[in-house]
């Protein structure tokens, strides 16, 4: 125990994320007055319950106040094509960052990293639970919106339609995982020190 040294996230730091802003492209959005909404998937293969997915989906397109970016897994993942509604944007091309950095809503399923981003970024983060049958840390933490069911999901997204929902404080996920417990020490000299002295 005595040898292990916990450094932080460097990925999802203020420095990091910072640097990394600048080099970000960044998106033109399609309808200024809409509400954007970041969609990030996971692939199938990990207790995705795919059905309840592309209802999802569907029931993205009867809310046409709100346009809807779904980035697929980076790693291979393709979308079926049949959602041709005009609030739907299936989008292979542009980085996690820039999308993260458009939205105004960050929905996921899963456990993946990027969220801590959206969470850094102080966006309204939601985990749209009942796409898949793992715990997340997010939920464990609190950190985000959790929703059960489509109804928990059509109520949500009528909220914030009607602007009457806030951001949940993830600051205690972000000070475990990223910052690791001490947030007054910059995670990248932490990286630096440690590399040092070896």
């Not at 094509?81 to 960052?97: C, G, M, Q, V």
């Amino acid at each position: 125990k005595s040898k292990v040294k916990v450094l932080g996230g460097i990925r999802y730091c203020k420095d990091w994320l910072n640097h990394v802003d600048i080099f970000t492209p960044k998106i033109e959005k399609k309808n200024e007055d809409k509400i954007k909404v970041v969609f990030f998937m996971k692939k199938f293969a990990h207790n995705v319950f795919k059905d309840e997915v592309y209802r999802t989906l569907e029931l993205f397109t009867l809310f046409s106040d709100i346009d809807f970016y779904i980035k697929p897994h980076t790693r291979g993942m393709q979308i079926s094509s049949k959602f041709r509604a005009s609030n739907i944007h299936i989008d292979y091309e542009s980085t996690s960052s820039s999308l993260i950095n458009m939205a105004d809503v960050v929905f996921f399923y899963g456990g993946t990293s990027i969220i801590l981003e959206s969470l850094a970024k102080k966006k309204l983060t939601v985990c749209i639970d009942y796409l898949d049958c793992n715990r997340n840390l997010y939920d464990y933490f609190n950190a985000c919106h959790t929703l059960k069911c489509r109804d928990d999901l059509c109520f949500f997204l009528d909220s914030i339609i009607a602007g009457k929902v806030n951001r949940v404080p993830a600051e205690k996920l972000l000070n475990e995982i990223v910052y690791a417990r001490d947030s007054s020490v910059s995670v990248p000299d932490r990286y630096i020190n440690f590399f040092k002295n070896l």
